[in-house]
């Protein structure tokens, strides 16, 4: 059944910093092995216990894991989850509208697969940043802190603008699992023409240990291989076994830097990384050809699709987070990259946007439910901000932070719920406008953390993960 809710909130923040190690501790780094995996090893700092304010709520730490796909470039409200039949033409598209398995809730023609699941979906149709640059909108999109200053197009990682990425937040909070790092991101980081990658992506001033696992990859390719966590060609396990124990060998030398609490740490670091390439599991979690062919091509053998699937797997294996980026495809213009369409809206949706991300967001949610992981896995679907209501003189849609859709799923989560309203055009919000910071606490409630939960910078001084409430209107 379709429920419909509605009410206000405004939040905000900032923050900085991180730190460096002592040159002593490349003796034993893995990059003496011949390895390149030291950001995955680092052990997670300490955290503050989190606030029980919501424990009594159903919804509270309801999802063991989350999985977030992230549109790269602002997919358009209009075409998606807040069409306008009775707009002008201009405003409305050329694209029509269909009924969804919620009753009074109709979604965008493209999205026949999904329509059938949003009895299992909440909407929130009045998102805003009021931001109308891609990196960052989307900063605040993925922390949960506005960017200072906002509209500030090719901003680049660093304080200011250095508050922890969500994922990173978690994995600081959760830790790692047995053999995988407790947050990954793939296929690739997200970056604007010129390879210019956003902030607000790592850790920030939290620490290298809590970065999230960044699995660079091409999983619908046929000689796909994870080369991250792949011995190099010309190394055989032996080999790295002996090069193991003269690292153990020159440590036990060392045992003066090992009183240092900085030296043990480095050392537990080293021992996980090699852990994980001897690991059975973290193998064949990305082990992505053991799924059966009909599983691949119901996820869609493409970039999007097959990293969706890894998603799954990876959360199987008990990763707490995982971050799936949808980025421009080999052939896209800069004129409309990704979901940045400028020019030719409806003909760039119909072909090379919507029906890969129609079957791999409603394959994920069916394979969830069959598999009985829906209830503890939450499912976010967003990008960094909408499209403007009016269509271009070159068909396109233009940036728009005002207000825009995105939805959530699974663990906590309140299926057929419909949160905020936006105005006739699909410009303003009318009712329940919600911000970033509201997304990333609600995140974090579903995990089982307040947002009131505190972290602490390198100076030791206490932070709340997020300065927002959860929407308790879509939550169970």
Same mark, same amino acid.
């Given at each position: 059944?379709?429920?419909?809710?509605?009410?206000?909130?405004?939040?905000?923040? $900032?923050?900085?910093? +991180?730190?460096?190690?002592?040159?002593?501790?490349?003796?034993?780094?893995?990059?003496?092995?011949? !390895?390149?995996?030291?950001?995955?090893? #680092?052990?997670?700092?300490? @955290?503050?216990?989190?606030?029980?304010?919501?424990?009594?709520?159903?919804?509270?730490?309801?999802?063991?894991?989350?999985?977030?796909?992230?549109?790269? +470039?602002?997919?358009?409200?209009?075409?998606?989850?807040?069409?306008? =039949?009775?707009?002008?033409?201009?405003?409305?598209?050329?694209?029509?509208?269909?009924?969804?398995?919620?009753?009074?809730?109709?979604?965008?023609?493209? *999205?026949?697969?999904?329509?059938?699941?949003?009895?299992?979906?909440?909407?929130?149709?009045?998102? @805003?940043?009021?931001?109308?640059?891609?990196s960052s909108s989307g900063y605040w999109m993925l922390t949960g802190y506005p960017h200072s200053p906002k509209n500030s197009e090719n901003a680049l990682p660093g304080a200011p603008n250095?508050? =922890?990425?969500?994922?990173?937040?978690?994995?600081?909070?959760?830790?790692?699992?047995?053999?995988?790092?407790?947050?990954?991101?793939?296929?690739?980081?997200?970056?604007? $023409?010129?390879?210019?990658?956003?902030?607000? #992506?790592?850790?920030?001033?939290?620490?290298?240990?809590?970065?999230?696992?960044?699995?660079?990859?091409?999983?619908?390719?046929?000689?796909f291989r994870v080369p991250t966590i792949a011995l190099p060609a010309d190394m055989s396990t032996d080999r790295l076994l002996a090069r193991r124990s003269l690292q153990q060998s020159m440590?036990?030398?060392?045992?003066?830097?090992?009183?240092?609490?900085?030296?043990?740490?480095?050392? @537990?670091?080293?021992?996980?990384?090699?852990?994980?390439? #001897?690991?059975?599991?973290?193998? #064949?979690?990305?082990? %992505?050809?053991?799924?059966? $062919?009909?599983?691949?091509?119901?996820?869609?053998?493409?970039?999007?699709?097959?990293?969706?699937? *890894?998603?799954?797997?990876?959360?199987?294996?008990?990763?707490?987070?995982?971050?799936?980026?949808?980025?421009?495809?080999?052939?896209?213009?800069?004129?409309?990259?990704?979901?940045?369409?400028?020019?030719?809206?409806?003909?760039?949706?119909?072909?090379?946007?919507?029906?890969?991300?129609?079957?791999?967001?409603?394959?994920?949610?069916?394979?969830?439910?069959?598999?009985? *992981?829906?209830?503890?896995?939450?499912?976010? /679907?967003?990008?960094?901000?909408?499209?403007?209501?009016? %269509?271009?003189?070159?068909?396109?849609?233009?940036? /728009?932070?005002?207000?825009?859709?995105?939805? !959530?799923?699974?663990?906590?989560?309140?299926?057929?719920?419909?949160?905020?309203?936006?105005?006739?055009?699909?410009?303003?919000?009318?009712?329940?406008?919600?911000?970033?910071?509201?997304?990333? @606490? $609600?995140?974090?409630?579903?995990?089982?953390?307040?947002?009131?939960?505190?972290?602490?910078?390198?100076?030791?001084? =206490?932070?709340?993960?997020?300065?927002?409430?959860?929407?308790?209107?879509?939550?169970?």
């Amino acid at each position: 059944m379709l429920s419909f809710h509605h009410s206000t909130s405004k939040h905000g923040a $900032t923050l900085c910093d +991180g730190f460096s190690r002592r040159e002593w501790l490349r003796i034993g780094a893995l990059s003496s092995l011949g !390895l390149g995996l030291p950001q995955l090893m #680092q052990s997670r700092s300490h @955290a503050a216990a989190p606030m029980m304010a919501d424990a009594n709520s159903a919804s509270f730490g309801k999802a063991k894991s989350c999985i977030v796909l992230f549109l790269l +470039g602002g997919p358009p409200q209009h075409e998606t989850w807040d069409p306008k =039949p009775d707009a002008p033409s201009e405003v409305r598209g050329e694209l029509g509208t269909i009924a969804s398995a919620t009753p009074g809730l109709r979604v965008g023609e493209l *999205m026949p697969m999904t329509a059938k699941l949003t009895n299992r979906i909440a909407v929130l149709r009045a998102m @805003a940043t009021d931001d109308n640059a891609h990196s960052s909108s989307g900063y605040w999109m993925l922390t949960g802190y506005p960017h200072s200053p906002k509209n500030s197009e090719n901003a680049l990682p660093g304080a200011p603008n250095d508050w =922890p990425s969500t994922a990173a937040v978690v994995r600081h909070l959760k830790g790692d699992a047995k053999s995988l790092p407790g947050s990954v991101r793939l296929p690739e980081e997200i970056w604007n $023409t010129g390879k210019i990658l956003w902030p607000g #992506q790592d850790a920030g001033w939290l620490g290298e240990h809590a970065d999230p696992w960044l699995v660079n990859c091409e999983p619908h390719k046929k000689d796909f291989r994870v080369p991250t966590i792949a011995l190099p060609a010309d190394m055989s396990t032996d080999r790295l076994l002996a090069r193991r124990s003269l690292q153990q060998s020159m440590n036990r030398s060392l045992d003066a830097l090992h009183a240092s609490s900085s030296a043990q740490r480095w050392a @537990a670091w080293q021992s996980k990384a090699i852990d994980l390439l #001897q690991s059975n599991a973290a193998q #064949q979690a990305f082990a %992505i050809d053991r799924e059966s $062919t009909e599983t691949r091509e119901r996820y869609g053998i493409n970039r999007f699709g097959q990293s969706v699937l *890894m998603a799954r797997r990876l959360v199987e294996t008990g990763v707490s987070l995982v971050q799936v980026n949808w980025t421009r495809g080999e052939t896209d213009e800069d004129v409309a990259p990704a979901w940045d369409t400028h020019a030719k809206n409806t003909q760039r949706l119909k072909s090379a946007l919507m029906p890969p991300m129609d079957q791999a967001y409603s394959a994920l949610l069916e394979d969830l439910e069959k598999r009985g *992981m829906l209830d503890d896995t939450l499912v976010v /679907w967003m990008g960094e901000f909408g499209r403007s209501p009016k %269509i271009n003189a070159a068909g396109g849609r233009d940036h /728009w932070g005002h207000v825009f859709s995105a939805a !959530l799923a699974g663990g906590g989560v309140q299926g057929g719920a419909v949160y905020g309203q936006s105005d006739r055009q699909g410009g303003y919000p009318l009712e329940g406008r919600v911000e970033p910071q509201d997304l990333t @606490a $609600t995140i974090y409630h579903c995990l089982g953390y307040s947002p009131d939960t505190e972290i602490r910078d390198r100076f030791n001084r =206490p932070l709340v993960i997020s300065k927002g409430r959860p929407i308790h209107q879509i939550l169970t």
